[in-house]
């Protein structure tokens, strides 16, 4: 991982379109649901490769990014999803979509 890169002031994995690109697995929604997130649960939209992917706003950013603090965080971070936690920073995918956000 690469520890130069500060997601905070990035965000760009978090804006990969309006497309479903961000996917969720079943076992995500029997966890959110374990929990009592049914919210986040149905906060869904139709994905790539006929899967769930995470809904999201018009400029393509996930719904749920951007906190009080900062618009780059996630509002559920400590719960999200397993597509997000797997997320390398610094990988060639990260890179590619930080170029392609302009950094
Ligand atoms: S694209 Fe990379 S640097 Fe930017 S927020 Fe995502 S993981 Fe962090
Ligand atoms: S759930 Fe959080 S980490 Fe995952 S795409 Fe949405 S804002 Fe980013």
Sequence with gaps: MD???DCLSCGACCRTGTDGRILIPPEDLVRWRAIGRND???AVQPGHFGML???TRDDGSCVHLGTAA??????????????????????????EFRKDAGF
């Design 53 to 55: 992917g995470f809904a």
């Design 3 to 5: 520890e130069a890169l």
């Design 40 to 42: 986040i649960a149905e």
């Design 70 to 95: 900062s618009a780059n965080a996630c509002r559920i971070y400590e719960i999200r999803g397993t597509t997000c936690r797997d997320f390398e920073r610094g990988s060639e995918q990260c890179l």
